[in-house]
């Protein structure tokens, strides 16, 4: 039931069957799906309209192909180091990006829509921060959970025979008990050490130091604890959103 009112309305039976087992609960899939239709009727319709076509698609073994969705550019990289294409025609990564969506992320989103069409957000500097202070734990809570559950999901078989079937953990750690090699390559320790000097450090707390005291000291001026689901985690973003507004 708290799954169903929080981004876990975005989940499946089957998924939520897996989710079931990572908590210990013994329970047959079947059940879940009753109990979904009773307890989360709207998510059922709403992840109906969402349906997507399968796609089929193999790759020789882990490591064979890297996707990456964005704008950045290797200037150091050979012209046969990647292959490009339109980000639409990334069918792998795109079709990830709409598990992603599915079983949470869209959760976040429409939260983020409803607190922005609500008033509560405008893109501005502040708002930015405090949500990086209330959620940003939350939302990669979120990410998390999502990954763990799909690298120990079942990859079903193909008729075809194309793709590969198990877990995706096993596939990748495990290549040789699928008849295959992990075709990534080493790395040599000075490039290791370039790439990181190029990077910025990441940060210990996901917003500002200086917001970050603001707000736990306004939270132990009004005796305020750290909300554990995303309503009243919103509830406290908007009263220190408020409460910073009208005192500075």
């Known amino acids: 039931m708290e799954q169903c009112g929080k981004h876990g309305q975005m989940h499946g039976y089957r998924w939520l069957h897996l989710k079931c087992l990572e908590e210990?609960?013994?329970?047959?899939?079947?059940?879940?799906?009753?109990?979904?239709?009773?307890?989360?009727?709207?998510?059922?319709?709403?992840?109906?309209?969402?349906?997507?076509?399968?796609?089929?698609?193999s790759v020789p073994g882990p490591n064979a192909v890297w996707h990456i969705d964005g704008n950045h550019k290797d200037e150091y990289a050979g012209n046969?180091?990647?292959?490009?294409?339109?980000?639409?025609?990334?069918?792998?990564?795109?079709?990830?990006?709409?598990?992603?969506?599915r079983q949470g992320m869209q959760y976040?989103?429409?939260?983020?829509?409803?607190?922005a069409e609500s008033g509560f957000h405008d893109g501005g500097y502040l708002d930015q921060e405090l949500s990086r202070f209330c959620f940003l734990e939350m939302v990669q809570e979120t990410l998390d959970d999502i990954s763990l559950i799909w690298n120990r999901h079942r990859i079903r078989p193909y008729r075809q025979r194309i793709a590969?079937?198990?877990?995706?953990?096993m596939l990748h750690y495990m290549p040789s008990v699928f008849d295959t090699v992990d075709y990534g390559l080493e790395?040599?320790?000075?490039?290791?050490?370039?790439?990181?000097?190029?990077?910025?450090?990441?940060?210990?707390?996901?917003?500002?130091?200086?917001?970050?005291?603001?707000?736990?000291c306004i939270m132990e001026e009004n005796s305020l604890a750290q909300p554990q689901?995303?309503?009243?985690?919103?509830e406290l973003s908007i009263f220190l959103r408020e409460d910073m507004i009208n005192h500075l």
């Not at 046969?80 to 969506?101: A, D, H, P």
């Not at 590969?164 to 953990?169: A, D, E, N, V």
């Not at 450090?201 to 917001?211: I, T």
């Open 80 to 101: 046969r180091s990647f292959l490009y294409g339109k980000s639409t025609q990334n069918q792998r990564i795109e079709c990830l990006w709409e598990m992603v969506r």
């Open 24 to 57: 210990g609960f013994v329970v047959d899939q079947e059940t879940i799906r009753v109990l979904l239709h009773i307890l989360d009727p709207d998510g059922i319709e709403y992840r109906k309209r969402r349906r997507l076509r399968r796609r089929v698609y």
């Open 229 to 234: 689901h995303p309503d009243e985690m919103r």
């Open 164 to 169: 590969r079937c198990g877990r995706p953990f």
């Open 187 to 216: 790395i040599n320790e000075n490039d290791i050490q370039v790439c990181e000097r190029e990077l910025e450090p990441v940060p210990p707390f996901p917003c500002s130091e200086l917001l970050k005291e603001l707000c736990i």
């Open 108 to 115: 976040w989103i429409n939260f983020f829509q409803e607190l």
